[in-house]
């Protein structure tokens, strides 16, 4: 941490703030310099109350050096995490795993028969909705336990593993017992209980960016799940709010080498909700394995026209075969390739 | 909602949008343009699934009429609600309340004090947190339960109305037990597990509104403690993220009359969190009264110095006792005033 | 400047990073602490290439500690500027000028029409623009040269200062011609090449914060019209982009105490385009003058009806002199007064 | 275009707003429905007067059906623009020209190395600043004349097509004398008169999207191109503002193709501005290509650590020599191919 001191900050000044840092229990180190004194301190910084001493008298600002989070960071754990949620369905590896399947599950013949698409494309698990966020009280909001239960049907069907949204303490303990990997939305990103409560549960968990979350602040999510134990947690990128109402969301992909550099956590990107369009769904998965993502999350609808939610987004079933093979080549071109099982 | 057809949309694709219309029971109503078709619907397009529309062929947008919110509409109920958390407190009339106090709750003395100081300077609410939301799991979290115990004791001593924040539904059982008024913060804004939950008890509601939440989604959040049968809810904006790292949020006040004209429910402001620096808070509390503000919260400690969480942006008592003077002037030169009990 | 070295560099990582701080003429200091190095920098680091530096090896990231604007800082210059565009129409002291008018100069009896109104009502500056940055480029213009002579003439008839907006090097020597002061508009707010030129022209310039500048640009982008000898410059917040479709833009008044703690040029707002809203623009310019701004730009329109350009801004007559009314209260309660000439 | 009237409209502020577009000639459509009346407007809203019918009583919103800019628009030319700048640097087909180059051009010497460099990698043409827009007046601001001279002295040695930046009418002249292509930076994709000039030069222009310029903003600026008469215009991404600074600018790759279903126009992404962090250049310039990108634009300097601007962004030799072989292998992926010449 380096306090910076205003210019006309006095002597009594810079000698308060160098005692505040000694009473936290650090070494002050002034660095007088030609229009303003600045103050080092030395150690672990995470531990200090900058919000403090950024209030204290003749301080211009505090410049904080360590990352705030830490069992996340590369510096804690410098090799790759792999999180493997079912047998070969690994995130982090050279393989890249593909998830596909509908918004929302809504019958037992939809669920199926999206199940069966996705494994006959090359899929190797299963999305869909049992528990739905949405952000109307009055629309659709999914079909709770019975969700979770053709969920697992369709895993006996055909092996793909699941992966499904919990929105509380009770849904999550539902999921856990029911799917192989319990998703965080975007709008429960910094549910603080609700992070903790996964962190003591023993499924991966994969949290997706909240929709303005820096990704400092998607990072620290995490930190609340390993903080209690699970070490399993899947990042995902999915857009984030931006003035331009050309798309719904602004899909950053360069979030993904920026997590990959601070982080150990595989990356994986939702192209679907990143951009919100069908026809920006195909190249976008393209963009987000050419940049690096760890895997891709894709919503596929056997008859989108009749999707009890975000059809719009939905890729039909042919488009979803299609999207696959253009993703084996590129996954190819930079050393990867996607999962099969 | 009006469907605007592709300039080289076919007959067929508009007859596949009329018969998808007529299908949801609405009537469509085809206009012929010089350059392309648009289609009509006439009737509450609230429940049309317009997202499978826009999904359509020669689509080539969607555009919606109707507010997806009612009962937070002024539409649906035309005159202001007033949301009363105590015997004199109320939100929404002419009269401005001040709800003030530290971030977090620390200690009897500290709560007691500051308690005192507030209702001193001429506020009618005290604020403080039990349960705090904190981006790092490392932080002070909040003394739960006994926090709540050392609010009510302040309440018995000073007959201050309680305002503090639950993060889930035990919580906010816990918070509804002991306190006037329950916040939901602006990371739990679309926490609709916590919104029906607090939909259903019997104290009002304080909903913040969330970091990158457009108002209309703000007053959609407020439509999910509306709908379980709360009609106690009042709104609260205290910044939304932006691109200048130059303070914390950017304050958005602007949003106060945009919602006034939206909705009945009162809307207040907080400025310490809107804008993260405590010599920002007072010109910005001025702002926010003088743009029509409903109340405003503002956090103030006793000692500013040694609080455990955001001590930079609270206010030292005497400025506190400053501010309320100012606004009382502020207030009345809009034909309003200053709460006082 | 303080340069984070990253916990795993190499001494000669940290050799190299001193050779260079010493190669480009400043001092380095290493400070080793217990998980990693920085190397701190002593003198005017405003004159460091840091984007060199946090190229190198072993470098996390560089810190910097100088603003990098100077004339415009208040630090450089502590006492507040005062910018007299006209007698008495003073920006920057205990006064508060209201400068208001069409959007657009449209013909002789409109904007003499205009300019007795706002006299009337209390403004003493008239705005309104000969040389119009539009979109689109097939909407209105703007009448050019001919609108310069028409706004002569209304200063002749009523003795209201001009502010009038210049888009390239020709018009503003125009502008400086005719007007008192020249406003660079928010498009061209890093139109380097035209800020240099306003520079060495004699006349006050009052530049708008682009729609996604950071109050750091800003300032910088005054430094290039005080680095070319030209003191009068006045800021003016505006609103910026963002992701809430609500308003046009987000009207960012902490702007306004912002930039008098950095800066000692004085700041005004303009609530019409702040929110691009008529509706919204009276308690936005309450606001603004409640949070300190030193003068209101406000659009006001005989007959904003039949207003060639931004007519659902502009206020009616009436609506400005209850306004002028109201921010005399205002202005009262935090000691300032309205200007009136 | 459709008026939507509030609820509580009168017949007579529907009468005025049918009347209101009857005056502006077009024929007004009233389309009562439950709860509120809406207006349709037949014809070509592009000349409508949206913003005067907004302010009018009763009305609640006019949604805009046309897009604004007509002749940037795939509806006014469904085939796409074909751009070619020098012979066989072609944007917009099948194959993908690369341009790299220094941020600046600083000596004979480091240009011509630098042209040599990127012509022996697979370049095509070279970029390099001899006209720099800086934040700040006090950093480098380019050789000028003398920078295109030594542009012009590079293309005689390698071949290379030159794209270099103009700030001003007069740079644009020099430019268009010099280069084969004029580039408008992003801080002057609002500068309208210098928009108006280069659409009447007769050389290709390469317009960058400005740091909050919306899609439609970004064509709008075109069209000001296009109208005046130059049909060459190559549209880039290089990132926007945003609440993150774990970059400098977030690059929006779902512009692209955004932008390929709006537009004729050939669209390019720059991954060293769109990241501004040398080790994000690879991945995202990959991702680009895999996106769909018309062309790429990357910084390469043949020694960064010396660069006097940008060094931080800017490729070594060898790392572009492995970013051409990669996108090589990702263009093939998608039935395309990076430009040889």
Not at 45 to 68: F, M, N, R, T
Request: hydrophobic content about 40%.
């Amino acid at each position: 941490m380096l306090v910076v001191m205003q210019p006309n900050a006095s002597s009594a000044d810079i000698d308060r703030v160098c005692e505040e840092i000694t009473r936290q229990g650090f070494k002050p180190l002034p660095l007088p310099g030609e229009v303003r004194t600045a103050i080092g301190l030395l150690g672990d910084d995470a531990k200090v109350d900058w919000s403090y001493i950024e209030g204290l008298p003749g301080v211009s600002s505090v410049l904080i050096v360590q990352k705030p989070f830490r069992q996340a960071s590369r510096e804690w754990k410098p090799e790759q995490t792999i999180v493997e949620i079912a047998p070969g369905v690994r995130f982090g590896g050279s393989e890249v795993p593909i998830v596909a399947g509908p918004c929302s599950v809504e019958t037992e013949e939809q669920i199926l028969t999206a199940a069966r698409q996705v494994k006959a494309a090359g899929g190797v698990a299963l999305r869909g909705g049992a528990f739905k966020p949405r952000s109307s009280p009055y629309a659709f909001q999914g079909l709770g336990k019975q969700g979770l239960e053709l969920l697992a049907l369709a895993r006996r069907e055909t092996g793909l593993a699941i992966v499904t949204e919990a929105m509380d303490e009770r849904g999550a303990d539902l999921v856990a017992e029911y799917a192989d990997c319990i998703q965080i939305g975007a709008r429960n990103m910094q549910n603080y209980s609700l992070l903790r409560h996964v962190g003591t549960l023993k499924k991966p968990v994969l949290l997706k960016r909240g929709m303005a979350a820096t990704i400092n602040d998607l990072l620290l999510s995490a930190e609340y799940v390993l903080s209690e134990g699970n070490p399993n947690v899947i990042l995902c990128e999915r857009g984030v709010r931006t003035f331009d109402s050309a798309t719904r969301n602004l899909f950053d992909l360069t979030a993904i080498p920026v997590v990959q550099k601070l982080s150990h956590l595989p990356i994986v990107a939702d192209p679907s909700h990143g951009t919100g369009l069908r026809d920006k769904v195909t190249p976008m998965a393209r963009a987000a394995v050419a940049a690096g993502a760890d895997g891709i999350l894709v919503e596929m609808h056997p008859t989108p026209d009749k999707a009890l939610s975000d059809g719009a987004q939905s890729l039909y079933p042919d488009q979803f075969t299609d999207l696959v093979k253009q993703l084996r080549t590129i996954a190819s071109a930079i050393g990867r390739s996607i999962t099969s099982i």
